[in-house]
């Protein structure tokens, strides 16, 4: 059983920060690539952020400047610190571990449950 859980979201006003974390568990042997997403009611789920096995980034044009992700890969966690939040930044957001290796060998996308960031103008 493999889970990704998030934690640090909830209510901000407009131009404070916030730091989500997301940690990885169970039977994995390697986690590549992970990710934020976000998903905001009535509209669709967008990539906000991304790092490589090798520490490249991308990043939501919209965020640029104002989010940082980062890992710990022995902990196989990622974390998203969003500064400057604006209440458009309002969403669930969510991990994404598209390329983790179980112990099947095989690649499996694993996702979180979400955590709800609010940001309040």
């Given at each position: ?37 976000r998903q905001a009611p009535g509209k ?78």
């Open positions: 059983q493999v889970q990704l859980v998030e934690s640090g979201g909830g209510l901000v006003q407009a131009g404070g920060s916030q730091r989500l974390s997301c940690a990885a568990s169970g039977s994995i042997l390697n986690i590549n690539t992970m990710a934020w997403y669709q789920r967008e990539l906000v952020a991304r790092v490589s096995g090798d520490g490249r980034t991308t990043y939501l044009d919209s965020v640029k400047g104002r989010f940082t992700i980062s890992r710990d890969s022995a902990k196989n966690t990622v974390y998203l610190q969003m500064t400057s939040l604006k209440p458009e930044d309002t969403a669930v957001y969510y991990c994404d571990a598209p390329q983790a290796l179980g112990i099947d060998l095989r690649p499996h996308d694993y996702w979180g449950r979400g955590t709800q960031v609010t940001v309040s103008s």
